[in-house]
């Protein structure tokens, strides 16, 4: 695009704007945001559960992050980055991007339950909100409920002072929840202990043939890092440990 035609588009497009504006044919909406006093209780409770709602919304990453995948995903990530020695590569927003995509991959299931249990006919008024929470409860409960070990279930059981339920429909979402963040870090620290092994035997390879060698002065990591790099690319190191954890979830 040459110089006269940029200005004989920019001068069209002032011109156009200024006829629309003379003729009044922009209106641009107004946005109320607040509360009115009212004597009705509905309205009450109603403006309480708007408050609710957004305060969910508000929590709705922490909520992703406890309830679901994305926990051991990420921590398994991290202890890979620190066995390879590289401290910023691959970069945060790389991992949490990856692991976020891994999370929806491995929750899809579950989130089309929820979507077609929950939202949608809550959407289309078939059931209350209540029954619509319960309804989308019901599949992430089942999923943590499939990766809970039942020691830790037991352990906050305990300590929650709850009697010992007789079913899984008995055990409330309180106590699941931190049962399952546990379970998750224990898993993904035995994840992170396996990964840590081949990557230790180089290093230890490393440091005893420059020491034999007299290089004293000389940082073993500075030299075994390519080497881990190496090993990583030709095992296909990316692909064994995300198709390791997918499967992990069953």
């Known amino acids: 695009m040459n110089r006269k035609s940029f200005f004989f588009i920019f001068g069209f497009g002032v011109v156009l704007l200024s006829a629309i504006s003379a003729k009044g044919q922009v209106t641009l909406p107004t946005v109320n945001l607040g509360f009115k006093t009212t004597d009705n209780p509905n309205e009450v409770v109603s403006a309480i559960k708007l408050v609710l709602m957004l305060t969910v919304l508000t929590l709705a990453p922490a909520i992703l992050i406890m309830m679901t995948s994305f926990t051991r995903i990420i921590i398994v990530f991290s202890f890979l980055r620190q066995a390879l020695g590289v401290n910023q590569m691959p970069p945060n927003q790389l991992l949490v991007g990856l692991a976020l995509f891994l999370t929806f991959f491995i929750m899809g299931p579950a989130f089309t339950e929820v979507n077609k249990n929950g939202l949608q006919p809550y959407l289309s008024g078939k059931i209350s909100q209540d029954d619509a929470i319960a309804q989308s409860m019901a599949p992430l409960r ?65 440091s005893s043939v420059l020491m034999a060698m007299g290089m004293m002065m000389l940082p073993p990591v500075v030299v075994s890092l390519p080497f881990k790099i190496m090993l990583f690319v030709l095992v296909d190191g990316w692909g064994l440990l995300i198709g390791s954890m997918v499967k992990s979830f069953g």
């Open 142 to 206: 089942k999923f943590m409920f499939s990766q809970t070990r039942d020691t830790d279930l037991s352990l906050f059981l305990k300590l929650a002072k709850v009697d010992q339920p007789k079913t899984r429909a008995d055990v409330p979402s309180m106590v699941l929840i931190p049962a399952f963040i546990i379970s998750e870090l224990k898993t993904a620290f035995q994840i992170g202990f396996i990964i840590f092994l081949p990557f230790l035997v180089i290093d230890i390879v490393t």
